[in-house]
């Protein structure tokens, strides 16, 4: 399974102020975090070395997520390792295609999940987008699909309506499989069927 990946709660005596370590699906050398509110750190080296960058990337969350942090999620590219994005709960999703030197804004809209469809090359990026500040149901997440890189979402493909959407999971085995929450998608996001149960965590192994 691919994904919106982070530890809640995991600790580094490397940065402060940051928030959850989210760490490379398959190469565990790598991860990210968020830094002071205003950059993004990066380390290749298990953590004894950071680099950190604020190009592109604007602030961190101005409201409240469930454990205060920054980056609500990051999604990785599997087949290309400098490639990711980056998903903030106000500010929206950010991708990165050269390592997290340069980050490039994605208005998705306020973010609490996202992933990159797990295929060489692929622009089908999947998100848990809640409405806009201020709304009632802000924290009612819906589903938004872009299938050029972020640069367009369109309409929701699952509508707000309760707060479920909380993380986005791709089969490994079978890229086009995607679920959300109660909602699984067979063709990579473009229909959504609504499940009897809710999918809150899956097997990321082969």
């Known amino acids: 399974v691919a994904g919106s990946l982070y530890q809640s709660g995991a600790a580094s005596t490397a940065v402060s102020g940051g928030s959850p370590i989210a760490a490379h699906p398959t190469d565990r050398d790598k991860a990210i975090i968020s830094i002071a509110k205003d950059s993004i750190g990066k380390t290749i080296n298990a953590g004894a070395n950071w680099t950190y960058s604020a190009t592109g990337y604007t ?56 992933a990159i469809q797990p295929v060489a090359s692929s622009d089908i990026f999947v998100a848990a987008v809640h409405p806009p500040t201020g709304s009632t149901t802000y924290w009612y997440n819906g589903i938004k699909v872009s299938t050029n890189g972020g640069t367009t979402w369109g309409e929701y493909k699952v509508s707000p309506g309760g707060g479920k959407h909380t993380a986005i999971f791709f089969d490994r085995k079978n890229p086009n499989i995607v679920y959300s929450g109660n909602s699984k998608s067979i063709n990579a996001g473009s229909t959504w069927t609504t499940l009897s149960k809710y999918v809150v965590t899956m097997y990321t192994g082969t």
């Open 59 to 114: 602030g961190g969350l101005t409201g409240i997520t469930t454990n205060n942090e920054d980056i609500t999620a990051i999604g990785w590219d599997l087949n290309n390792p400098n490639r990711f994005i980056v998903a903030n709960a106000d500010y929206g999703t950010y991708l990165t295609t050269d390592g997290g030197s340069i980050f490039s804004w994605k208005n998705s809209g306020g973010s609490v999940a996202l």
